[in-house]
């Protein structure tokens, strides 16, 4: 990983304002314990991808005919119907005409797109790949303090150059894994035709995992597949890795509420809570796919990393789709 970028808007709106305007409760409140999130306003997503792509690039020491793919990552709409954000990415940061494409992976969007890049890094004759992931949840028919049961919704973006250079840091091991009969619970009792989004449907996951409910599927049995695939996927990180859980210095994730981390992805991990940048995702919100890179820059800023030092990446996807990356600190 030759270069990070990230683009968090400066307007926060903090959890004390959403009570007050009526659009977040107390008990919400303290459920999730988050302090504010990051608001785009009218800033679209590719332009905040542009910003942390032109970053990226930046401080990787790469020049824009290095790169020999561009991948998109996002969870929302990013503009115009039958527009290609990538090409617009593309045409703004690098100026180039290489491949570049969009992946709509969920919240473990970034990580499929690394695994993507090292296999297009290994079969081909580039030096390096541009990721970047945005989204702006500041749409009309977004709530972004309701939409989600397990956390609250922000806007930024994150970009990493992923390269055969050395760089910042070194991609040990990246595995993943999918439980794809646990689709329906985010298509439960709603019609897949026509989309919601076409006919003014307010989103709400709420909905869906209600009536998934309904059908007579029990959501611990649901969390226990998951926290087990997830665990699997760790070990066999660990080991490509050669390495030990005790070897992880840091954790980056979704953020989502506390309570939620600790549950679906640190203590079934066995994971000391310390590691983790939840004390930082309760001041930004859940950036759709973009969590885990800005979480990595926030603690590289932040003076936390040091040579040698291994930081483990968790992604947790609709489909169910899940991985681990780890990297090791130059």
Known sequence: MAGTGVYLPDRVMTAEEAVRLGRYTEQQRAEHEQISVR?????????MAVEAGRRALERSGHEAADIGLLIHVNVFHQGPDGWSPP??????????????????????????????????????????????????????LVDRWQAHPG????????????????????????????????????????????????????????????????????????????????????????????LELSDITAVTHMNMAPQRVDERMLAPLGIDGSKSTTGFGRTVGHLG????????????????????DHVLMVGVGPGVDLSCAILRMR
């Open 39 to 47: 608001v785009a306003d009218d800033m679209s997503a590719p332009d």
């Open 289 to 308: 796919a973009s969590d885990q890179f800005v979480g990595l820059d926030h603690l590289m800023s932040a003076g936390r990393l040091s040579s040698g």
């Open 151 to 242: 956390c609250v919704l922000g806007d930024g973006a994150a970009a990493v150059v992923l390269s055969k250079r050395p760089g910042v840091a070194e991609l040990l091991a990246l595995g993943q894994a999918a439980l794809p009969d646990l689709e329906e619970m985010r298509r439960s009792g709603i019609p897949l035709f026509p989309p919601g989004a076409t006919v003014g449907t307010v989103m709400d996951f709420k909905v869906p995992t209600a009536h998934y409910r309904t059908t007579g599927a029990s959501l611990m049995e649901v969390g226990t597949r998951i926290n087990d695939a997830l665990s699997g996927v760790l070990k066999q990180t660990l080991a490509d890795a050669a």
């Open 87 to 140: 090409h617009y990415i593309q045409r703004h940061v690098l100026g180039t005409d290489v491949p570049a494409l969009e992946i709509r992976q969920g919240c473990n969007g970034m990580l499929t797109a690394v695994d993507m890049a090292a296999a297009y890094l290994r079969s081909k004759p580039c030096e390096a790949v541009l990721i970047t992931s945005a989204d702006n949840f500041s749409a009309p």
